[in-house]
C-alpha cells in the first residue's frame, strides 16, 4: 500500500481520511477493551498480582510515552507520519499474539511476568505512533471541527466498548462458574484476540491521506524547549501534570477495590463501566458542541469537580451493610463519572491541541503527554504502595444514642478504611490541582457561570415545550437571568 503524503487534500479527501481515521479509533477501542482496562487488571488479579505490579500495570501506557522522543526524531528524518504511525502500530500490535503460547509453556507468575513485558513492547510502539498520529490528526482535520469529530468518535468508540465489555464479562463469568480450569484460557484468548483487531485496524489506518508536513529543522531539544518557553502552554503542563497524578493514585485500583474488597464479579465492574460509557454517550454530543461554542477549559471547570465528587464518594460504596444500598451508590457514581469523565478527556485533548502552534503541534503535544506521563506512571505505583500501608489502617466514626432502657442505637457517619484513604488522598489531590487551571488562558474563554446559565436557559426551554403542567413562576425566573446575563460585550466574557 501506498503510504506517501499528499501536497494538499480536497474535501473528498479529509473525509475520506476522517472515516479511516473513525474505523481505525473503532479497531483500536476493541483492542484496549480486550487487552487493557478492566479486564487486563481482572487477569492479572487470577494471575497472583500484587497491588505493586497492578499499579505498574497501569502505570505501563503512560510511561512508555517518554519514547514519544523518538517519534519526533523519526518524523525530523522521514517527513512521514502516516509511514511511521503504521509501521509503530504494526511493530506495536503483533507481539500480543505470542501471549497465545503463555498459558501452554509458563507457570502463572513466569507468565504474569512474560505479559508484562509484552505489553511494554505494546505500549514503547504505541507510544511512538500516537505522537505522529496526534500531529496527523491536527493536520487532517480542520480545527473548526475538532470538537464535534472527537465527540462523535469517542460516541461511537464508548458504545463498541460497552458492548465488548459486557459479552466479554458475561463469557468470563459463566466460564469462570462452570468451567473454572479453562479460566486462564480464557483470559489469553481474549487478549489474542484484542492484538488479531488492533492489526486489523491498522489497514483502515494506512487508507487515510497525509498532507505533506511542513517539518522542523530544529533539534529534538530545541523543539522541546519551545514548550517550555511558552508561558501558557507551560501552565497547562503543570495543571496536567497535577491533575494526573492525583487521579492516577485512586482510578486504577477501582477494579481491584469492586473485585477484592466489595466481592463482586467482573460482570458487576463492567456492568458499571458500561453504565458510565452510556452517560458519557448521551452527553457527549452535548459537551462537545458547548467545547466548539464556548471553551475547553469552562467544560473542564464544569465537569472535574463532578469527577472529584464521584472520587469521594467512593468511600461510601462499601460503608451500608446492604450490598443493594452499595450498588446503588456505585450506580450514582457510574453515571456522573461518565458524563464528567467523557468532557473532561475531550476538553484536556482540545485545549492542548488548541495552544500548541500548527507547524510545532508534535513538539508540543508530545511534550504535554511525556510530562503528564511521568507523573501518571509514578502515581499508581505509589498508589500500591500505600494500599499495602493502609490495608489494615480504619478510621471509624459513629453516634450512639442510648435510650432509658438501655438500648444503644447507632449510625455510623464515616467508615473509612483499606482503600478509602487512597481514593480520599487522590480526590483531594485532584481538588487542589484545579487551582492550576485558572492560571491558563484559552482564546474564547467564558466564565463558568455564564455557560451554566445557558444550559439552564436550554433545560428550561425543553421543558416548557415538552410540559403544559409545569407552574411559571419556577420556570420563568432563571430564563430571564439568563438573559440578563448573556447582554454583555464580547470582550467581557472572557
Partial sequence: MNLNTTPTLNDSQINAGQKSILKDSLAGEAMVNLSGGAFITAMALHLGASNFQIGLLASLPILTNIFQLFSIWLVQRYNNRRAITVVSAILGR??????????????KEVSLQLLLVILFIHYVF????????????????????????????????????????????ISIDYVKGNYTEFLTLMYYSIFVLG????????????????????????????????????????????????????????????????????GLPLSYVIGFTILAQVSNILS????????????????????????????LAWVYASMPTERVYGLLILTVIS????????????????????LAPRREAMAYMSSLNMVVAVFSALSPMIGGLLADTFANQQLLWDIQFKNTEGIVSTFEIINIQGWSFLFILGGLMAALSL?????????????????????????????????????RRGVVRPILKAQIIFRVKPDEAA
Fill in 94 to 107: 503483533f507481539p500480543m499474539l505470542f501471549a497465545a503460547c503463555l498459558p501452554f509453556f509458563f507457570s
Fill in 126 to 169: 504505541g507510544s511512538i505512533a500516537g505522537a505522529s498520529w496526534n500531529s496527523w490528526v491536527k493536520d487532517l482535520i480542520p480545527e473548526n471541527r475538532l470538537g464535534s469529530f472527537f465527540s462523535k468518535r469517542t460516541k461511537l468508540i464508548t458504545i463498541l466498548s460497552a458492548a465488548l465489555g459486557l459479552a466479554m464479562s
Fill in 195 to 262: 492484538g488479531i483487531i488492533g492489526l486489523v485496524g491498522v489497514y483502515w489506518l494506512a487508507k487515510a491521506p497525509e498532507p505533506t508536513p511542513i517539518t522542523n529543522q530544529d533539534s529534538v531539544l530545541e523543539q522541546f524547549k519551545k514548550p517550555l518557553k511558552d508561558k501558557n502552554f507551560k501552565n497547562l503542563l503543570v495543571f496536567n501534570a497535577a491533575w494526573a497524578f492525583a487521579l492516577n493514585l485512586a482510578v486504577p485500583f477501582f477494579t481491584v477495590y469492586l473485585m477484592n474488597t466489595m
Fill in 284 to 311: 457527549i454530543k452535548t459537551i462537545g458542541q458547548y467545547a466548539d461554542r464556548f471553551s475547553n477549559k469552562t467544560i473542564l471547570n464544569i465537569c472535574a469537580p463532578v469527577y472529584i465528587t464521584c472520587i
Fill in 335 to 354: 453515571i456522573f463519572s461518565g458524563t464528567a469523565t467523557g468532557g473532561i478527556n475531550l476538553a484536556l485533548y482540545n485545549i492542548g491541541m488548541k
Fill in 435 to 471: 487551582k492550576l487551571l485558572s492560571k491558563v488562558k484559552e482564546q474564547g474563554e467564558i466564565r463558568r457561570e455564564l455557560v451554566m446559565n445557558y444550559m439552564q436557559l436550554k433545560l428550561n426551554k425543553k421543558i416548557r415545550k415538552n410540559s403544559t403542567t409545569i407552574y
